[in-house]
């Protein structure tokens, strides 16, 4: 699954949580716990990966980290940060549950949170527009 290499060698090691690899159908990640977020995403998309899934907005805590390493939505509550995918929804419409698994809080953001971007509020609207832009090939 790893096409591209593992450039920072991350394992799914529980003594290593700062290079910890976390392996989904559709993505990997290495987590890493003293940022509270990832070091890089990996996915592949092709046309098969399109099609008109709900984007449901669930954002459900990551069972694949260690209990105490998981970020849930409260981690957001009074930061004035929005949550931002780095791991497009629209890259995974092709069925409910691959869509589901881009909404997973550790792809939600960095620093504060583990696949989306913490972004002030007033980039939210950028964000979204960009987000939802198709690759044409």
């Not at 690899?21 to 098969?48: D, M, T």
């Not at 957001?76 to 589901?100: V, W």
Request: aromatic share 10%.
């Amino acid at each position: 699954m790893i096409v591209f290499g593992n450039p920072i060698r991350a394992t799914s090691n529980i003594n290593n949580p700062d290079n910890f690899l976390v392996i989904h159908s559709g993505f990997i990640l290495p987590y890493n716990k003293s940022r509270g977020g990832l070091n890089w995403v990996n996915w592949h998309v092709a046309r098969k990966d399109f099609g008109d899934a709900d984007s449901q907005d669930l954002f459900p805590e990551d069972a694949k980290l260690h209990v105490s390493w998981r970020i849930n939505k409260s981690s957001y509550i009074g930061s004035g940060f929005a949550k931002g995918h780095l791991y497009p929804s629209e890259d995974r419409k092709n069925t409910q549950a691959a869509n589901d698994e881009t909404f997973l809080m550790l792809l939600m953001a960095i620093v504060v949170l583990t696949n989306c971007l913490s972004e002030p509020p007033p980039n939210e609207e950028v964000s979204n527009s960009s987000e939802n832009t198709k690759p044409t090939a």
